[in-house]
């Protein structure tokens, strides 16, 4: 249990807990309207392009291809992954679209004379806002190669990368602070869930415990 929660994933923690707890703040004592149009407001050519592609690494396929990769060298891990993609993407949607429907999108938040910065070459949607599914999707993906590569400090780019894909989301006014604050909560509680419940079944089966080829 130690392992799990504290060992494998002190070099995630170094940037995600900081995130969590500032994120906590920034949600209990800001307006999500405000603070969305404060972020809104500062762009430029260059990061609109650099957002415009880190935010496929929060696409759920990413998440899929990276788990079937690592399925080729190590059986159980990939399972790992696959079911930590499985679990963080049926409860993000379960989330969206059953229990907090009625959560607008940025776009269809404001009123229409407000001025959005809003970056071409991406489609914007307008309901089922929260909580972000391309964070939890990061997120997740994130801590299950933290837990599962040899070297626990890649654990710390990991994480920052997490945090980047996440703030694309609002960079690309697909979701607000709060959205991706939760998807971020999400992708980690069912990474530490699945693990939790799986991994020490997976590691007691000898024909999991190698690579497929």
Known sequence: MRDLFIQRPRY???LFIPFMIAGLFVCLFTQKGPLFLWMNSYYSSATDQVFLWITWLGQGITFLLVSLLVLFFHRGNGILGLVCFGVSSL???????????????????FDPDVNLH???GI??????SFPSGHSASVFAMALFLTLVVKNKKWGFVFAGIAIIT??????????????IYAGAFLGFISTILVFLLMEKWITSKKALNRSLF
Do not use: M, W
């Open 12 to 14: 995630y923690y170094i």
């Open 91 to 109: 409860l993000a949607q379960l989330f969206k679209k059953v229990v907090f429907t009625g959560f607008n999108r940025p776009t269809h938040y």
């Open 118 to 120: 809003l970056v071409e």
């Open 123 to 128: 489609k914007h949607h307008a309901y089922h």
């Open 166 to 179: 996440a703030y694309s989301r609002v960079y690309l006014a697909q979701h607000f602070f709060e959205d």
